[in-house]
């Protein structure tokens, strides 16, 4: 099993609204992403759980909120959005062990906030 | 910081016919990997081909190879007897393990090929 599901792979919220993104893998990777992608434009990365713990946040507002709750899980917990929050966000997930190998990334989830 | 350049943003190649897309990235690390991912409209990101930085024999998968050039930082992508279905965004990516141990993968801005029949 070489997948990475997301769901919802679709959301439209509104600004006052709270919901969460998930992601779920199921190859004993270590080593968890979330990117936010917009329009024409590479992914960005957000966060990088790593062992369950976050290791890398690149800077996003708090409004954004991590979670990593086991090894196969990671929740993108969203509250208090702007509009320009609208886009794709991406799920991946590699080794983990240092070994430096490919990441697997899910489809996606597009947001869009009203 | 790690930096990955794509100078190419839109590229068209006929059927059956040779392309090749450039990236440059810059680093001061000495164990990293690269990759080059392909993003069709579906929108999923697919692994098209990867290079460990420390082998000094260019990667080859099927029509696509690169040519891997680390003194230059140099990682193209070479798609041989194009096809309709390789249409996509094509997207040149660094991997490194970042000082808290953990991997971290950054993309260049990508390129667009459009495949003509």
């Known amino acids: 099993d070489t997948e990475v599901t997301q769901t919802p792979k679709h959301l439209v919220m509104g600004m006052t609204n709270k919901k969460s993104l998930k992601c779920e893998q199921h190859?004993?990777?270590?080593?968890m992403y979330w990117y936010k992608q917009k329009a024409k434009k590479p992914p960005e990365l957000m966060f990088v759980?790593?062992?369950?713990?976050?290791?890398i946040n690149e800077s996003v507002p708090s409004r954004f909120s991590p979670e990593c709750p086991n090894s196969s899980l990671l929740n993108l917990h969203l509250h208090a959005l702007q509009p320009e929050d609208s886009a794709l966000y991406l799920c991946?997930?590699?080794?983990?062990?240092?070994?430096?190998?490919?990441?697997?990334f899910g489809q996606g989830t597009r947001l869009t906030v009203v | 910081a790690q930096t990955v350049t794509q100078s190419q943003p839109e590229m068209s190649v006929q059927e059956a016919e040779t392309v090749t897309l450039s990236c440059t990235y810059d680093?001061?690390?000495?164990?990293?990997?690269l990759f080059w991912y392909k993003q069709p409209p579906s929108r999923q990101m697919i692994l098209v081909i990867r290079?460990?930085?420390?082998?000094?024999q260019n990667a080859t998968e099927n029509r696509f190879s690169v040519n891997f050039q680390k003194a230059a930082k140099s990682f193209s992508l070479k798609i041989s007897d194009s096809q309709l279905g390789d249409t996509a965004m094509y997207f040149c990516?660094?991997?490194?393990?970042?000082?808290?141990?953990?991997?971290?993968?950054?993309f260049g801005k990508g390129t667009k090929l459009t495949v003509n029949p």
């Open positions: 991946a997930s590699s080794q983990g062990w240092g070994g430096l190998t490919e990441a697997f």
């Open positions: 190859m004993g990777h270590r080593a």
């Open positions: 759980y790593s062992y369950e713990k976050l290791s």
């Open positions: 680093t001061s690390e000495n164990n990293y990997y």
């Open positions: 290079q460990e930085a420390y082998k000094q």
């Open positions: 990516a660094f991997m490194t393990v970042s000082q808290g141990g953990s991997e971290k993968l950054v």
